[in-house]
């Protein structure tokens, strides 16, 4: 009688530890998901302080994560450039970095993508990060300024290269995976100009987008 009575306490000592586990797990999964709902809500409703902390430690993040499986060296070095720019309660803006791309052709080094390539690359890249791996931040737009080197004879400086607006309902429709990264820059109507060669030069970011899918201009 001893024996069984010790062997029902133990088994109730066991049962009642594990439901107290279950209800600290309850608890953890409730308390997590009052939280969501709780940033999701002044997301939508435009709470543009609640926005800028979302999305500054995702970019922040992004800045320590390791290169995914799958994802260039030099792509992942350009998400990690991004830079929060603005937010505003319907969209944010961010900067980030792109160059051209080098390897041997013909036992010499060329360049084998150009910096608006690899932009447009970022720039897809970056417009489906936002959009979508950003927890609890569904916003209408976000713009993309993508900057590269400039060098003269007065040194060396960043420009804008590359601008797109990111709007959501056109995201909406895209095949992301189907789609190359310059038809995506396109479907969103990115800004860039090219002199004669084909070489992409410095615009003014703050310009507005065209009305057209993408635009091409040349110096003269």
Request: proline share 4%.
């Amino acid at each position: 009688m001893i024996i069984l009575a010790v062997s029902t306490w133990g088994i109730a000592i066991g049962i009642g530890i594990v439901l107290v586990f279950f209800l600290l797990v309850a608890y953890v999964i409730v308390q997590e998901t009052r939280a969501q709902l709780y940033w999701r809500k002044l997301v939508d409703e435009g709470d543009v302080t609640a926005i800028q902390t979302l999305v500054a430690d995702e970019v922040a993040r992004w800045k320590t994560a390791r290169t995914p499986k799958g994802t260039e060296p030099s792509l992942w070095h350009g998400v990690q450039s991004a830079e929060l720019l603005a937010v505003e309660s319907d969209g944010v803006r961010l900067s980030a970095s792109a160059e051209g791309r080098y390897g041997l052709d013909s036992g010499e080094r060329r360049e084998v993508s150009s910096a608006l390539k690899e932009g447009m690359k970022l720039t897809a890249r970056l417009a489906d990060m936002v959009m979508y791996e950003i927890p609890n931040v569904r916003l209408p737009y976000t713009r993309i300024d993508i900057y590269s080197t400039f060098r003269d004879e007065q040194g060396s400086s960043q420009r804008c290269i590359l601008s797109t607006t990111c709007a959501r309902d056109v995201a909406e429709g895209l095949d992301w995976d189907g789609l190359e990264a310059e038809e995506i820059v396109r479907a969103f109507g990115g800004r860039f100009a090219l002199d004669d060669r084909g070489n992409a030069i410095a615009i003014d970011p703050v310009s507005p987008a065209p009305s057209v899918p993408a635009a091409f201009y040349r110096d003269v």
